[in-house]
């Protein structure tokens, strides 16, 4: 290998000097669209380290001159929806629930927000579809605990049920007739023939007859004389086939034994009054809502008014 530098005579290019079994490299320069290219990109990145958040630091970074993010980014366009919506969230706190159906704008509103939230809040315990699933209750059937119409639905989303700290929530406990030994192993077993058999689960038998004066001593005073529960206990109905654990005999025979203890959560202090609205909208409509009363229509001008009253307070405050 050499270090002669010469003209290449064919190009009329200087090579490099170097010189490897015969063959010699070119010093042939950039294209100039290239450099031009290559500078322009350094300017560029200067300037942007400059103007915009670039060089991390322990807890943050270098803020840049023009003060973006891409988190503020995102929450001025958060802010400009809910600004936009904000009409629309102030006329479904100001209507009464039950005239809401006198609205079939606003309640389509309602129910297209109420779902958005239930992907955010619910899918975990009810599903994607509201179905639920063994303890967590199926919201497209019409059996309801403590009543399936717009303000009990409301009020079961903002106090939740059986939340301790709570006084407002609703609240129901079943007794463990096995484990506080209020009735024996043989007596569960029959009174678990008498709720199959109100369920109709089961044919009549002598187990069932023996359960059913277990069931008058010790269970009507919760779920009626017939067993069709009572809401205001948030006692079921057993004489229909849908049953929140299940109603083949082991299922019964645990919840009797041990009784059972869910817990929903209370959204009154952690979302706002319009999205608790939506929500019971959107769950009432699933298909096991039940019937809302007929009220007069709200009118469009209405809605209008109460949009343009609360954009007119906004600028006032």
Known sequence: MTDNRRIDTPTGTETVGHEWDGIEELDTPMPRWWLWSLYASIVWAIGYVILYPAWPMVNSATEGLLGWTS?????????????????????????????????????????????SAFKVHCVQCH???????????????????????????????????????????????????????????????DLVSYVRVLSGKEENSESATRGAAL????????????????????????????????????SLKYTITNSRYGVMPRWGHRLDAATIRMLAVYVHSLGGGETLPAVEEVNEDTLEKIGHEQVAGDERS
């Open 71 to 115: 988190r503020g980014e995102f929450e001025q366009s958060i802010a400009a929806r809910e600004a936009e919506l904000e009409p629309i969230r102030q006329a479904l706190v100001s209507t009464d629930i039950r005239k809401l159906n006198g609205s079939p704008e606003l309640m389509q509103q309602a129910i297209e927000g109420g779902r």
């Open 215 to 250: 069931f008058e001593v010790n269970c009507t005073v919760c779920h009626g004389p017939e067993g069709k529960g009572d809401r205001t206990q948030g006692a079921p109905d057993l004489t229909d086939s849908i049953s929140l654990y299940g109603l083949d005999r082991e």
């Open 127 to 189: 599903g994607t579809g509201a179905a639920g699933s063994k303890g967590y209750p199926n919201l497209n059937d019409d059996n309801w605990l403590w009543g399936g119409d717009l303000e009990a639905i409301e009020y079961t989303l903002t106090h939740g049920i059986r939340n301790p700290d709570h006084d407002k929530t609703r609240f129901s406990q079943m007794p463990a007739f096995g484990r506080d030994g209020i009735l024996q192993p043989d007596e569960i077993s």
